[in-house]
């Protein structure tokens, strides 16, 4: 089960004796990020780790309180730390040896600590709600990165433990003592970012310079019937990217399904015009997405990839299916950060669209908690392509309250994305009106005082996290089918686009097609290929000015 880095910890120490005498315990580490906790009561310094390891990070602890990140200078019991390290390894410290666990305080959510002892002994004032919780770093438990709930606990590794209030954990037998609260650790949320990165409510290019997306939605890689853009039986794909570019848009989602990354994945048979299209001829699905993203390239377009679908048969509400597991999900994303590592219009990965019921946030269930699976395939990407920004979609259900697929997201003040490298989380949700939604009873839209009603349900939803500084939001969907003067779907989308602009937000319209081709959300060709809607254009063009 993956928590991740994100869960706060403050703790209070409060048993550090003069040691009575000394002994030596090793520690073994693996490859990558691991989570340790000093098994001696005087602590060691990371330096000690440098004497049978390779640190390349860390030592890391993380406050509740700052929701931050703090590389640190010496390594204390009873806490937390990540640590990254090059090889398998181990390093040996020495010092008065833990044998018992004294008081040590937790607050409310989750806390990074160490212990001693059987699990069923822990007794205190808590009320755990889930942990401890040991990562498997190696995979020797079956799944290397996942966590997995710990019987007992070792004082040389850090667990997580979630409490629901502030309380004092202890293992029972060990003395009751006086608590003395010390202050807690400010840490900062991860190392610095490289390449494209956020500031607040704002992208920034690799220079430090703003840059608004102007986005718009071209499918086809994500459906099983094509396997490579939509269109391309009708135009060639450069001529698209020339009328996108000249349009105003300055960057294309890209939605895709995991079978484009088979071996030998074709587009489907007679689906590309070769005449139109000629170096298409023979390709693969994933040959063809290179084009794609050259051609881009020459005309100043970025490149979103959106991770779509797991197959191409249909959209899935997890980020895993019975035929695309998570770690599959996880590996083609790094394959993908590999591969385009070195195309600096590919700027940002969505890593799965439309999460929806069951999917939760941040509830700590590792089947369906999306946040936690965020957090560990952006660590994982980061790790290949340091340069990317990773996008994260909401969920339809918080606090029992339904919305949009993918368009919730309402817990990012007390449970935001937290990765390794700071400043790369852009939140996207999707949002659509009447011709999607299709229920006369929905609040939004029956309710007496529409439109008007609009802005504080999108405040409530998603754009407080812009409105308050807190992290970049691009509007990955939205998009309009009926567009009569005095309907409904037509009033929300013209309501939609004046948020947009009023609020400076990132967008992405879905979808540069026919309305045939997506009918419930409509497209922006009026034809086939060849006209685009112009009353569709009109109001965009509020936006894409």
């Given at each position: ?467 308050e500084n807190i992290a970049p939001v691009w509007i990955g969907e939205f998009g309009v089918n009926n567009t009569i003067d005095g309907t409904k779907e037509w009033i929300w989308f013209n309501t939609l686009v004046n948020y947009i602009d009023t609020n400076n937000l990132n967008f992405a319209y879905w979808c ?34």
């Amino acid at each position: 089960m993956k928590l991740r880095f994100i869960f706060a910890i403050t703790l209070a120490l409060l048993f550090l004796a003069t040691p009575v005498f000394a002994e030596s315990v090793t520690i073994y580490l693996g490859p990558g990020w691991n989570i340790i906790s000093s098994p001696v009561l005087e602590g060691f310094s990371p330096s000690e780790i440098n004497k049978g390891c390779v640190l390349k990070s860390g030592p890391w602890s993380w406050s509740l309180i700052s929701g931050e990140y703090n590389k640190e200078k010496y390594i204390v019991p009873y806490q937390g730390y990540w640590v990254f390290i090059k090889d398998n390894c181990g390093f040996s410290v020495t010092g008065t040896k833990i044998t018992v666990m004294p008081e040590v305080r937790l607050y409310k959510g989750w806390n990074l600590v160490s212990g001693i002892g059987a699990v069923t002994e822990i007794t205190g004032t808590c009320q755990i709600t889930s942990g401890p919780w040991w990562y498997d770093n190696t995979g020797a438990m079956g799944c290397k990165g996942c966590y997995y709930k710990a019987t007992g606990m070792d004082p040389s590794v850090g667990y997580w433990i979630r409490v629901s209030e502030d309380c004092i954990l202890r293992t029972a037998g060990a003395p009751e003592q006086p608590t003395q609260p010390t202050t807690p650790v400010t840490v900062p949320a991860g190392s610095e970012p490289t390449g494209w990165h956020t500031s607040g409510n704002k992208i920034l290019d690799p220079n430090g310079n703003e840059v608004k997306l102007k986005s718009i939605n071209w499918q086809g890689f994500e459906e099983g019937s094509a396997l490579v853009l939509q269109g391309v039986w009708a135009a060639g794909i450069t001529e698209q990217l020339d009328k996108i570019k000249s349009t105003g848009f300055n960057s294309i989602r890209i939605p895709y399904t995991n079978d484009i990354l088979k071996s030998g994945q074709k587009p489907t048979v007679g689906y590309v015009d070769t005449n139109k299209n000629p170096p298409l001829k023979d390709w693969t699905s994933l040959q063809a997405l290179d084009y794609v993203i050259d051609e881009a390239a020459k005309r100043n377009l970025y490149i979103i990839l959106d991770r779509h679908r797991p197959t191409g048969g249909s959209q899935s509400a997890l980020w895993y299916t019975d035929h695309v597991s998570e770690q599959k999900w996880i590996d083609d994303w790094v394959t993908l950060a590999n591969r385009y590592k070195d195309k600096t219009n590919v700027i940002a990965f969505d890593l799965h669209n439309e999460p929806h019921d069951p999917a939760t946030w941040g509830d700590g269930n590792p089947a369906t908690d999306w946040k936690m699976a965020a957090e560990k395939a952006g660590n994982k990407i980061l790790e290949a392509n340091p340069n990317i920004l990773i996008v994260v979609e909401g969920v339809q259900k918080e606090n029992n309250e339904w919305y949009r697929w993918g368009g919730s997201l309402m817990q990012i003040r007390e449970k935001p994305i937290t990765l390794n490298v700071k400043n790369k989380v852009v939140y996207s949700p999707h949002d659509y009106g009447p011709g999607v939604v299709k229920n006369d009873n929905d609040v939004m839209f029956a309710a007496s005082n529409y439109p008007n009603n609009l802005p504080d349900y999108w405040d409530s939803k998603w754009g407080y996290i812009s409105k308050e500084n807190i992290a970049p939001v691009w509007i990955g969907e939205f998009g309009v089918n009926n567009t009569i003067d005095g309907t409904k779907e037509w009033i929300w989308f013209n309501t939609l686009v004046n948020y947009i602009d009023t609020n400076n937000l990132n967008f992405a319209y879905w979808c540069w097609s026919p309305d045939r081709m997506s009918p419930d959300s409509g497209g922006l060709y009026a034809d086939e290929w060849v006209n685009l809607n112009q009353k569709k254009l009109n109001v965009l063009k509020q936006i894409l000015d």
